[in-house]
């Protein structure tokens, strides 16, 4: 793999005491690494205050350019600056120069794209997910039969996740039949070739966990049911049986209680 762009930034944000509490400036400094062995170096340093962009110095131009009326004349007068000029060199040396090849040994770091296709019911959808890739340059398109389909398909954000990874959803709004081949196309610069999930109509291994779930506790339900029935039947014929084995005496047979 060749890379040909890089873009590597320190941000550093300060408070300002001198207006108040909530006032704050920041300064971006990016290289941004370009063409074979990232030789071509162009360094910009973005001053802000308060989020409002005031200043900014562009090693290609050369120079300091501003954009209010204090910013312009100080970037006036450093950019007329030799010692300005040797500074911004020294920091081109040790935060770009110095830097390439572990620029170069990050921008090599890759890792394809997990794929899933999920269904959503409510409303009706499809989801491709490609999750834990990196770089986050990725193309996904979405098949009819082996006909792109172009309507009804959304995208997320390229986001994320930690760990120099990204994830990406793209959602269909269609009601798959069983008839219809539905495939997710998934590109990436990790991929020799692009990668085609495949919708499947059949229940996934969560529904069938589900199902088994289900059936197996009715199963024990209808055991202890039987159970119980029989246990009941045993004792019900064991109380039978004594009862058979008793002896009836006539009333009249019986002997007269003597009197008090």
Request: proline share 5%.
């Amino acid at each position: 793999m060749h890379i040909h762009n890089f873009l590597f930034c320190v941000i550093l944000c300060l408070f300002s005491p001198v207006f108040s509490d909530e006032d704050f400036i920041q300064l971006k400094a990016c290289c941004t690494f370009n063409g074979p062995g990232l030789k071509d170096i162009e360094y910009i340093i973005v001053n802000r205050f308060n989020k409002k962009v005031i200043m900014q110095y562009n090693s290609t131009r050369g120079n300091w350019k501003g954009f209010t009326p204090f910013a312009i004349e100080k970037a006036s007068n450093w950019s007329r600056d030799p010692y300005d000029a040797q500074l911004r060199a020294f920091e081109i040396k040790i935060f770009c120069e110095d830097n390439i090849d572990p620029v170069q040994q990050l921008a090599n770091l890759t890792s394809a794209p997990t794929i899933k296709i999920n269904l959503v019911k409510r409303p009706s959808m499809l989801v491709c997910s490609a999750y834990n890739f990196y770089p986050k340059q990725i193309r996904m398109t979405w098949l009819r039969n082996g006909e792109e389909v172009t309507s009804a398909v959304s995208f997320s954000k390229v986001m994320s996740v930690g760990d120099w990874y990204y994830q990406i959803h793209s959602y269909l709004v269609h009601t798959p039949t069983r008839e219809e081949r539905m495939t997710c196309m998934v590109e990436h610069l990790t991929l020799s070739e692009p990668v085609l999930q495949v919708w499947d109509p059949s229940l996934p291994v969560t529904e069938w966990i589900k199902i088994g779930v289900g059936v197996f506790a009715l199963m024990l339900g209808f055991v202890i049911l039987i159970s119980g029935f029989i246990y009941y039947k045993k004792k019900s014929a064991a109380h039978f049986t004594f009862c058979q084995g008793r002896v009836s005496i006539p009333v009249e047979d019986l002997p007269a209680a003597e009197a008090t």
